[in-house]
Structures are given as C-alpha cells and as structure tokens.
C-alpha cells in the first residue's frame, strides 16, 4: 500500500525485483512523467525514443531496463520494464477498497441473489434471478438484467447496462456507459417495412475480460456472441450479434465487428 511519505529507493527496488543503482535511502513520493517530475519523484525510460527527455529530466530517480544507458539520477534497472512500471503505479495509486453491503438506493428484485462481500451501488437495479458473485463491485446507477450472471471479483462501473440473460465470467471490468446484450441488427423486408427479427439469444464474456466505457456487444440471434478470457475492449467498440472474439485479443477504439465474425486467439485491431 502506498505510505503517505512515499518508499525508499531501496523498497521499490525489493518490491520490483530490480536492481537500484544509487542511494536506497532516497524517498520518492509520486510517480511522474520525464518532462515533468521533480526531484521527489520516480519516472520511467522504457523507450529508448525518450533518452534525451531522459537526460534533461528533473526526476529525482528513473525505472529502466537492464541495458539503458547512464542518467544523472538513481536508476532502478528492471528485467521487464513495462511490467514493472504496473507495479510501481499499482503501488503508488493502490485501489479503493469497496465497502461490501447494498446501498439504501439500490433496488434488489425479489429472487435476485448478492454475495455478502459484493459492493451495489446506489440507483442500481440489480433484477429478478441475477446473480451477483462474492466480491463484485457494481457502480451507481447501473442495471443488471433478469438472469444476469457476474462472475467473482468484476467490476461494473456507473450507468453500464447488462440485458437479461448476460453472463460475466470471474474478474471481468465493464467501464461506464458499456451496453452488453442488447438487440442484434436483423431486419427483413416484406415489401412494405423492415420487419424485426427476433434476438433471442445471449452473450457471454469469459474472465479477465475488459469491456471500455461505450462499448456494446450484441446479444446473438440465436445462440451467443461471445468475448473469450483475457480480451481486452478499448472504449467505443461495436460487437455485433454471434461474434465470437478469441482469448487474448486487442480491440482498439472504434473498431466495430460485424455480427456472425470470428477472431482467432490474439488478434489486434486498430481503430
């Protein structure tokens, strides 16, 4: 957890397994960028584009790789940078701790099932056979289907909406604004108007997914669209109806998918 007085040069050096070249009594207080941090504060050089903002940097030390060249301040030299810039930050910017427990403004439909330990916000609706695992932290403001299913350990931020029938797998975040299991777009015409087809089907979004802010993935026509384990969705992204994304994709902002595709395991697209 981050101290008040911030960590010794020597503690972050344990805590990222690093090696520190310089005083490990010195304290860092905050994590800040090269053209920006101060003498109290720890930056990063993970690509080697910024060496000369490095070096002219006021940073009192940096997080580095093995092999990077000399700077005026302390280094910390890590065997995987990037994954030990996630670890500086999580150490300085820890999660708030949810209280768990149903807000007085919170409305549980009769047969609707809440963990102990999950977090409802208030002005949720959380409806008639959901399912709402041990641990989940549900926004303000957000509503939770008729038979929606929200694995252990997922975060559902304010004004998400889950249609009937959505399943979440274990530590899956759906940011604000997402709609997950809305209608699919299926329209015949009869000579006269677009006559709707029915979307009778659901969705299901396995775990470690994340789902950005305004980003919706239809419910199938029939059978599921379904995001699989370690997806992550950027913000504004369009999933249409019986999509299937494979494990481990990237989806950035503004890609739209179009209903029946199929991703394979690790696809990457732009927007």
Same mark, same amino acid.
């Given at each position: 957890?981050?101290? =008040?007085?911030?960590?010794?040069?020597?503690?972050?050096?344990?805590?990222?397994?690093?090696?520190?070249? %310089?005083?490990?009594?010195?304290?860092?207080?905050?994590?800040?960028?090269?053209?920006?941090?101060?003498?109290?504060?720890?930056?990063?050089?993970?690509?080697?584009?910024?060496?000369?903002?490095?070096?002219? /940097?006021?940073?009192?030390?940096?997080?580095?790789?093995?092999?990077?060249?000399?700077?005026?301040?302390?280094?910390?030299?890590?065997?995987?940078?990037?994954?030990?810039? *996630?670890?500086? &930050?999580? &150490?300085?910017?820890?999660?708030?701790?949810?209280?768990?427990?149903?807000?007085?403004? =919170?409305?549980?439909?009769?047969?609707?099932?809440?963990?102990? /330990?999950?977090?409802?916000?208030?002005?949720?609706?959380?409806?008639?056979?959901?399912?709402?695992?041990?641990?989940?932290?549900?926004?303000?403001?957000?509503?939770?289907?008729?038979?929606?299913?929200?694995?252990?350990?997922?975060?559902?931020?304010?004004?998400?909406? &889950?249609?009937?029938?959505?399943? +979440?797998?274990?530590?899956?975040?759906?940011?604000?604004?997402?709609?997950?299991?809305?209608?699919?777009? %299926?329209?015949?015409?009869?000579?006269?108007?677009?006559?709707?087809?029915?979307?009778?089907?659901?969705?299901?979004?396995?775990?470690?997914?994340?789902?950005?802010?305004?980003?919706? *993935?239809?419910?199938?026509? &029939?059978?599921?669209?379904?995001?699989?384990?370690?997806?992550?969705?950027?913000? +504004?992204?369009?999933? %249409?109806?019986?999509?299937?994304?494979?494990?481990?994709?990237?989806?950035?902002?503004?890609?739209?998918?179009?209903?029946?595709?199929?991703?394979?395991? %690790?696809?990457?697209?732009?927007?």
């Amino acid at each position: 957890m981050a101290k =008040a007085a911030g960590f010794t040069l020597g503690e972050l050096a344990a805590a990222l397994r690093a090696t520190l070249e %310089g005083d490990p009594s010195r304290v860092v207080t905050g994590v800040a960028p090269l053209d920006t941090a101060g003498p109290d504060q720890i930056s990063f050089l993970i690509d080697r584009r910024y060496a000369a903002t490095a070096r002219r /940097s006021r940073a009192g030390a940096f997080l580095v790789p093995v092999d990077a060249p000399g700077l005026a301040a302390p280094m910390l030299r890590a065997e995987a940078p990037q994954q030990a810039l *996630i670890e500086l &930050l999580s &150490l300085f910017h820890p999660p708030i701790a949810a209280q768990p427990g149903v807000h007085p403004m =919170a409305v549980v439909m009769p047969g609707a099932r809440v963990d102990p /330990s999950a977090s409802i916000g208030p002005l949720t609706v959380i409806d008639t056979d959901a399912v709402v695992g041990a641990r989940v932290r549900v926004g303000a403001l957000v509503y939770v289907g008729a038979g929606v299913d929200v694995g252990e350990d997922s975060v559902v931020h304010p004004r998400a909406v &889950l249609y009937p029938g959505v399943r +979440l797998g274990q530590r899956v975040v759906v940011q604000a604004g997402a709609v997950i299991g809305a209608d699919g777009f %299926g329209y015949v015409f009869d000579g006269t108007a677009h006559r709707k087809i029915p979307q009778v089907g659901g969705v299901r979004i396995e775990d470690d997914v994340e789902i950005g802010a305004n980003t919706t *993935i239809d419910r199938a026509t &029939l059978g599921e669209t379904v995001v699989r384990r370690g997806t992550k969705i950027d913000n +504004l992204v369009q999933v %249409g109806h019986n999509a299937e994304i494979g494990e481990h994709s990237i989806l950035v902002a503004q890609v739209g998918v179009s209903g029946s595709s199929r991703l394979g395991r %690790g696809v990457v697209l732009a927007g």
